[in-house]
Structure formats: structure tokens, C-alpha cells
């Protein structure tokens, strides 16, 4: 069985973007809905860049910096909290489809997971 690898995970955020909006939309009929999913998706899918572009530097220079623990990653948290402020302050979201949008990482990481079962022997082969 391979490993998961961050980029797995970034390509099953953005299906489950895709695929959730979708269904979202299917199952309400509801725009205000879709965009309350789908905006929250986007806040958390740009998040989890952040911090892998972070963790890449991190790991590149081999070094733990100040700035990177005293800085970079508060700030990343300041943007994150900032974003989910402004939607919800501004924004009509329904707030149940807007949470559920704000677990797609950890959705992602589960379908990670769980893809190598699904797979046939030749391809974990490969």
C-alpha cells in the first residue's frame, strides 16, 4: 500500500469541492446554500496551502526559524479566522452547509485514506 501524499490530499479537496457543490446544489436547490459550502471549501483549500507552502520552506532550509513560528504561522491563523469573520459577518451563508465546507481537509485526508482499499492489487503495484 503506497502512502498519501500532500499532493493526494490536494487533489481530493479540490473533488470534494467540485463533487460537494454539486451535490449541494442538487440535493437544495439552494444558491445561497452552494455558495456557503463552496466559499467555506475555498477558505480551507487556501489554508492548507499556506501551510504546506510553509512547510515546504521549513523543510528546504532545514532551519526553524523565529519568524516562521512568531510570524508566518500566526499570521496564516489571523488570515484564516479574518476570512471566516468577513463571510460571516457579510455574507448570507446558511451556516450548516458553511461548516460542512469547512471540514473538506479533513474529508479529504479520510478519502486518502480510504482510496487504497478500493484500488485493485495491480494498481498498488505501480
Not at 64 to 93: H, N, Q, R, T
Not at 103 to 124: A, H
Amino acid at each position: 500500500m503506497r502512502e498519501m501524499t500532500i499532493a493526494d490530499v490536494e487533489h481530493a479537496n479540490l473533488a470534494v469541492l467540485i463533487i460537494g457543490s454539486m451535490a449541494v446544489f442538487a440535493f437544495t436547490r439552494d444558491r445561497v446554500s452552494l455558495f456557503s459550502f463552496a466559499v467555506a471549501s475555498a477558505i480551507m483549500i487556501l489554508n492548507f496551502r499556506f501551510l504546506k507552502r510553509i512547510l515546504e520552506n521549513l523543510l528546504i532550509r532545514r532551519t526553524l526559524s523565529k519568524m516562521d513560528l512568531l510570524i508566518k504561522l500566526p499570521l496564516k491563523f489571523v488570515f484564516l479566522v479574518g476570512a471566516v469573520v468577513l463571510v460571516l459577518a457579510y455574507a448570507k451563508i446558511n451556516v450548516v452547509y458553511f461548516m460542512i465546507g469547512l471540514s473538506t481537509v479533513f474529508m479529504s485526508i479520510i478519502i486518502g485514506q480510504i482510496r487504497p482499499f478500493f484500488n485493485s492489487p495491480r494498481e498498488e503495484s505501480k
